[in-house]
């Protein structure tokens, strides 16, 4: 049990109590508690949504030369916006779009995760939220590519 509770941990970035509860609720079923997590974060994300995202970070992404990304994220304090959690879910922002022909935060967010396919990049957003314990925004982000107009 202990394992389990490491691993979810880990995967989902609650805390200790939240992934037992978890567990407990589904039985000592991994994926059902994980699920259970994700949507206990959503909710949480829903209750922060409200709160001003006045701090953050921009990041960038050059792929070889050819296509350049630049994306533009908010959070509540400074204090997260130096959280590795946040850097890393910013940069992998800079990526998928990179990969993507998103134009909007609005396609961005209901795109599936180039990582994780059965992720969306709101659900993404989501758990970072919840590791986070703060409102997060996607601002912005503009994407150049070499011979596109």
């Given at each position: 049990m202990?394992?389990?509770?490491k691993?979810l941990?880990e995967?989902?970035?609650?805390?200790?109590?939240d992934?037992?509860r978890?567990l407990?609720?589904a039985?000592?079923?991994?994926k059902?508690?994980?699920?259970?997590?994700?949507?206990?974060?959503a909710?949480?994300?829903?209750?922060?949504?409200?709160?001003?995202?006045s701090q953050?970070?921009?990041?960038?992404y050059?792929h070889m030369?050819?296509i350049g990304?630049?994306?533009e994220?908010?959070?509540?304090?400074?204090?997260?916006s130096?959280?590795?959690?946040f850097?890393?879910f910013?940069h992998e922002l800079c990526?998928?779009?990179?990969?993507?022909?998103?134009?909007?935060?609005?396609?961005?967010?209901?795109?599936?995760?180039f990582?994780?396919p059965?992720?969306?990049?709101?659900?993404?957003?989501?758990?970072?939220?919840a590791?986070?314990?703060?409102n997060?925004r996607?601002?912005?982000f503009?994407?150049?590519?070499?011979?596109?107009?």
């Amino acid at each position: 049990m202990l394992e389990e509770i490491k691993k979810l941990r880990e995967k989902t970035g609650a805390g200790v109590m939240d992934v037992k509860r978890a567990l407990d609720e589904a039985a000592g079923d991994a994926k059902k508690a994980e699920k259970i997590l994700n949507e206990r974060g959503a909710a949480v994300a829903q209750k922060k949504s409200e709160r001003s995202t006045s701090q953050g970070l921009i990041d960038s992404y050059l792929h070889m030369g050819k296509i350049g990304v630049m994306v533009e994220v908010n959070c509540e304090t400074d204090f997260v916006s130096r959280n590795e959690e946040f850097k890393k879910f910013v940069h992998e922002l800079c990526l998928h779009i990179a990969s993507s022909e998103v134009e909007t935060v609005e396609q961005l967010q209901d795109q599936e995760y180039f990582r994780e396919p059965s992720k969306k990049i709101s659900d993404l957003l989501n758990e970072t939220i919840a590791k986070t314990g703060e409102n997060i925004r996607i601002k912005r982000f503009v994407k150049f590519a070499l011979g596109q107009e």
